[in-house]
């Protein structure tokens, strides 16, 4: 049957690659609840942005009588919760906005979809029935491991470390308590890295990519040793839209790809792939032989997570999904989408991106 998705931070990386999905592989109606900030880009959704199923509402998570508006209105079925800061980095420089998007938000939204949820009971029992609040977070909110540590399920206790861990930790709790307290019915799930098309170019594979096709150097904190368990986004979103519809009400699902790899290899890989697909390029006028060769290293992260490594049987096993890319195609796809979608990253490289933001408002 067909359902209303309402899906926040639906212009971001996962989300929109998650509406993608929606739009063209279902007859599903989707609405995007996005406030657009320097992640959100309306560009990563123009192969769907004109279908009569899709509708994009500019609309900050944080604003109670907005977002109480928005489902009065649209009357979701099913709501994928994925807005919020994502970047670690910038949780260290200002950790602020990841405690009011990721723990405010969360909680008001917490508080709209209660409210909704109790009216629903009471008008439509059988919409209520299969009502889900599906909770998107992050296999960061466990901590990290050492090499000989076993991956982490989904009973792993909560040790997070950054800010940005740390508020995602406090939405997952939220989400539960919410459940427990007021009986809404959750699902949450926690991924390891992703990677893959419409990435924003601070995260390390596109960023790596760009710089490499630019001649700059390419930066590897420490020693480039860290350990992340690397998932392809499209992988990601069909296992999310799997959950929301399938998965056992209140339960988590990790989410990953079985692809534990060194950030040096990942490094290393493009290298050679960019080395295969564009041989040669300009390093301030000197002709670089290979794009290894603008590797450097810069000092580390501060409280760097050494690995990260997920259990991802039970979501296998229960709702039988496994991904469909190897590391080895999906990087291939991805460097080979950045060569193809130049005008994607340049807009996003010289700002030109947030122009659609001021269309919006
Ligand atoms: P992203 O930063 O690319 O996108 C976030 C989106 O949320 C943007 O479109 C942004 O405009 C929007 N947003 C931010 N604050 C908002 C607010 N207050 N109101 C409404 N919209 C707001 O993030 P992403 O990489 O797509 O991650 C999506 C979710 O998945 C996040 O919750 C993240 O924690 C989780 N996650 C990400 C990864 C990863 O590797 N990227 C892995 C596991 C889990």
Not at 51 to 80: G, N, T, W
Not at 175 to 190: D, E, F, H
Not at 277 to 296: C, F, G, H, M, Q
């Amino acid at each position: 049957m067909e359902k209303t998705f309402l899906v926040t931070g639906g212009a971001g990386f996962i989300g929109s690659a998650v509406i993608r999905e929606l739009i063209h592989n279902s007859t599903h109606r989707v609405i995007n609840v996005d406030k657009l900030t320097y992640a959100g880009n309306l560009q990563s959704l123009i192969t769907i942005d004109k279908d009569e199923r899709y509708s994009f509402i500019h609309q900050d998570i944080c604003d109670y009588q907005a977002m109480s508006s928005v489902l009065a209105q649209y009357k979701p079925d099913i709501i994928m919760h994925l807005a919020a800061e994502s970047h670690v980095d910038r949780s260290i420089d200002g950790p602020g906005v990841f405690i009011q998007t990721n723990i405010i938000g969360t909680y008001t939204l917490l508080e709209v979809v209660r409210s909704y949820y109790s009216s629903l009971n009471s008008t439509d029992p059988e919409k209520a029935k299969n009502f889900r609040f599906h909770h998107i977070s992050t296999d960061e909110v466990y901590g990290d491991l050492n090499n000989n540590e076993d991956m982490f399920t989904e009973s792993t206790p909560y040790s997070p470390s950054s800010p940005y861990s740390a508020s995602k930790a406090g939405s997952d709790h939220l989400v539960r308590a919410w459940q427990r307290t007021y009986g809404l019915p959750t699902l949450i799930t926690n991924c390891s890295n992703n990677y893959g098309p419409y990435h924003f170019p601070e995260k390390l594979i596109p960023l790596t990519i760009l710089n490499a096709l630019a001649g700059k150097p390419l930066p590897v904190y420490g020693n480039g040793r860290q350990i992340r368990d690397w998932l392809y986004v499209e992988d990601h979103a069909k296992a999310l839209i799997k959950v929301a519809q399938e998965g056992a009400v209140n339960e988590t699902y990790n989410v990953g790809g079985h692809n534990e790899k060194q950030n040096i290899e990942v490094v290393l890989t493009l290298c050679d792939l960019l080395d295969e697909l564009v041989p040669t390029v300009e390093n301030n006028a000197v002709l670089v032989k290979s794009y290894r060769d603008l590797i450097v290293y810069v000092d580390d992260r501060p409280g760097h997570d050494l690995r990260y490594a997920i259990d991802a049987s039970k979501i296998e096993r229960e709702l039988g999904w496994s991904p469909d890319e190897t590391f080895e195609t999906g990087l291939r796809k991805t460097v080979q989408w950045y060569l193809d979608n130049k005008s994607w990253w340049q807009a996003v490289l010289d700002g030109s991106y947030q122009c659609e933001r001021l269309g919006v408002l």
